[in-house]
Each structure stands twice: as C-alpha cells, then as structure tokens.
C-alpha cells in the first residue's frame, strides 16, 4: 500500500494562498489517481479536486473551482494543491488519498494520508 505524507497547511487570513504537498512512496497500479479532500469539524468529508497522474486531467469542486489548483510532479512523486482567495469556509483538515479511477466520493480511494489543518482567519 501507497504512503502519502501531507504538508503546507497553516494559518491564513482571508483572501491568502497556501500550497499543500502530498508526497507518495511510490507509484503503482493503485495511485492512478490523486485527490484532495478536507473535513471541517462536525461534517463529513467532502471532495475537493482529483487528478490522474498519467495524463494530468483535473476535476474539481464547485466550491473551490478558480481558486484551488492541483498539479503534478511526476519525478518527484508529488501532488500539489495550490489554494488562493482563500475563504473562512476553507478551514479544514486536508487529505490527499489515492485511488484507482477518478472519483469524488471517499470510499474510491484506497490509501490516505494523516491530513494537514488549515485555518483561514476573517
């Protein structure tokens, strides 16, 4: 199984960037694709952007759609999510997750990582 290992999270004010990393162990059949996830205290985790490694396409949520960015370095085995404009409702713990077919419900992934915080102050 896929390790992942967020970093980048933090304090922000509104209207801030922050880039979160998610470096993997390695790639194999199983880390076809890599996506972003956060949960806010009292709510369930929700999807935030996906992207396939092999051929970079990204999906996003609506929510964060313009603001949030996912790319990838392929040599480095890392995931990045840019997020600008951020807005108090970002706050959230964020995960990375691998799985094997672009989708935006947790349960298609398999490996997660431990999650980063961040916290958007108004």
């Known amino acids: 199984q896929v390790q992942l290992v967020e970093s980048g999270g933090g304090l922000v004010q509104a209207g801030g960037s922050l880039r979160l990393s998610c470096a993997a162990s390695r790639r194999t059949y199983s880390t076809r694709v890599i996506g972003w996830f956060r949960q806010a205290p009292g709510k369930e985790r929700e999807f935030v952007a996906v992207?396939?490694?092999?051929?970079?396409?990204?999906y996003y949520a609506d929510s964060v759609k313009g603001r949030f960015t996912i790319s990838r370095d392929n040599a480095e085995y890392t995931i990045y999510l840019q997020m600008d404009r951020l807005k108090p409702e970002d706050t959230a713990s964020y995960y990375c997750?691998?799985?094997?077919?672009?989708?935006?419900?947790?349960?298609?992934?398999?490996?997660w990582g431990q999650g980063t915080q961040v916290t958007v102050s108004s």
């Open positions: 992207i396939d490694w092999s051929d970079g396409a990204t």
């Open positions: 997750a691998a799985g094997m077919a672009v989708a935006a419900t947790p349960g298609a992934f398999e490996s």
